[in-house]
């Protein structure tokens, strides 16, 4: 039985993240700081950082995501590519994701020593977005409870997104979902130009009720 490369994915951080939870060293090294990657030339922090999470509920909320989302693009690339060349094209998506998303981040507090984050936002938003394209009337649901298709509600999360980074009062790193969003959305067109037509014949015929 084949395992999909969404499912080793998972399973890598959730075996990294549980290591993390006991091991304080770990956990600070692998955590993003920019402070850190700009003077010590800390780069990996861009990866080892998605693959840590602050407890138990960081960590099932983003696998949980990642797992429906994650599953819908890595079929659409093996469809489109082939199992191994697409499975490769989702492995570098999935890790570009993770570091594209941190670099506004990174720009912003690189001279701010007290600044961290960790944890596969950037990666698992990505995801999400890439899936909305190439599936856009697909419901997503809010907590089981508010469904809506995904070109509504992703909407709503750019903005979001967007309104409360400029804040920037709560500690979360709500602009790596924007750009780990916006990446998703940039990537999957890149590979697949023709997903932009298909959208837009979609959202064109979308009757709501």
């Known amino acids: 039985m084949n395992v999909s490369i969404t499912v080793i994915i998972i399973a890598i951080t959730a075996i990294s993240s ?18 850190l990657i700009k003077r010590r030339k800390q780069w990996d922090r861009f990866v080892l950082s998605g693959f840590i999470h602050k407890d138990y509920i960081h960590l099932l909320f983003n696998m949980f995501t990642f797992y429906f989302f994650g599953r819908v693009v890595e079929q659409f690339l093996a469809f489109k ?4 060349t697409g499975g490769i094209i989702f ?3 999935y890790l570009l994701g993770i570091i594209i998303a941190d670099i506004p981040t990174y720009l912003k507090h690189q001279d701010n020593s007290y600044y961290r984050a960790l ?3 950037g990666g698992t938003a990505a995801t999400v977005f890439a899936s909305i394209i190439i599936l856009p009337l697909a419901d997503i649901c809010l907590f089981g409870i508010l469904c809506l298709p995904g070109f509504i509600l992703g909407a709503l999360f750019l903005i979001y997104s967007y309104t409360k980074g400029k804040q920037d009062s709560d500690g979360i790193n709500h602009d790596a979902h924007l750009y780990g969003a916006l990446f998703g ?8 130009p023709e997903s ?7 959202i064109l015929n979308y009757r709501p009720f």
């Open 196 to 202: 932009f037509g298909n959208f837009i014949d979609q």
């Open 185 to 192: 959305i940039v990537f999957i067109l890149i590979v697949s």
């Open 18 to 35: 549980f290591l993390a939870f006991s091991n304080l060293p770990l956990i600070e090294r692998w955590m993003f700081t920019p402070y």
């Open 91 to 93: 492995i570098l998506f």
């Open 81 to 84: 590519y082939g199992s191994t």
């Open 119 to 121: 944890g596969a936002s």
